[in-house]
């Protein structure tokens, strides 16, 4: 059987963040969160698959525990478990500790055929976590798909990524990773026929540092290499207006007018 893992990030919704000033983290603490979208164009493809090859299909995230019932939307659309890492040494992770620690993760969880993720998350956006799990796990992976087939008997993954003026087809073996492009498909809604199911306590298991065995140099703040050194607010550009009056011909002849001005 076809073995999936798809890792989720829980992020803000991007418009109620802010950034501590003392810290120069995100502060979360009054924000909604919501699967980051990307994730959720990752889930589809997976779930695809698992309805063409009957895939067990499952859920890795990394953060809180208030997570957990976010995390749970998952399971409503179709996936098997969540397994949730969660520990304060997490904390304070950027990009390398991050991808360090879902690969730990993914070792505990016993490995998988394929490892699929959004393309990049909306609050960091850096496009990292997918190579950094290819390049820690030492797998291959094809990046930016819009749709993935597996060929089962040649243990072989293909997918279609778009390209200018069409797309290109490209094939690695098994295990793999595959990035997931934004908005490159319609995610399905939640079955309600199984929500009771979806949150049954039994379907979340957390796991911390201890559990997966994680270097405690390489997690967390400690096995983070980034560095914020400052913050600045990036001043807006405000629009231009101009009010053009008279005929449609006069009118005409002014816009004309502006345009080879702006040439």
């Known amino acids: 059987m076809l073995r999936i893992i798809v890792c989720v990030k829980i992020v803000p919704k991007p418009e109620e963040v802010s950034v501590d000033p003392e810290t120069w983290r995100l ?107 290819a390049e820690w796990l030492d797998i291959g992976q094809i990046t930016m798909v819009h749709d993935a087939q597996v060929d089962l008997e040649r243990r072989v993954v293909r997918g279609r990524r778009e390209i200018k003026g069409g797309h290109e087809i490209l094939e690695t073996t098994l295990p793999a990773v595959l990035s997931v492009a934004t908005a490159c498909n319609e995610p399905r809604f939640m079955d309600y026929r199984i929500k009771e199911w979806a949150f049954d306590p039994e379907q979340v298991t957390v796991w911390g540092r201890n559990d997966i065995d994680a270097d405690p140099d390489l997690i967390g703040a400690p096995g983070s290499p980034t560095i914020v050194s400052g913050l600045e607010e990036a001043t807006s550009r405000e629009r231009k207006r101009r009010f053009l009056q008279g005929s449609p011909e006069d009118i005409a002849r002014q816009l004309s007018a502006v345009i080879r001005q702006a040439i």
């Open 27 to 133: 502060d979360r603490s009054h924000a909604r969160s919501e699967i980051n979208p990307p994730d959720m164009n990752a889930m589809e493809i997976a779930l695809r698959l698992k309805d063409r090859h009957g895939a067990r299909l499952d859920i890795l995230s990394m953060g809180p525990p208030f997570f957990d019932p976010i995390l749970r939307v998952a399971l409503a659309m179709g996936a098997d478990h969540v397994t949730l890492l969660s520990d304060r040494a997490f904390g304070g992770a950027d990009t390398l500790a991050t991808t360090y620690t879902l690969a730990k993760g993914i070792e505990k969880l016993g490995g998988a055929d394929l490892i699929i993720c959004g393309e990049e998350s909306s609050d960091g956006a850096t496009g990292q976590v997918p190579a950094g799990l």
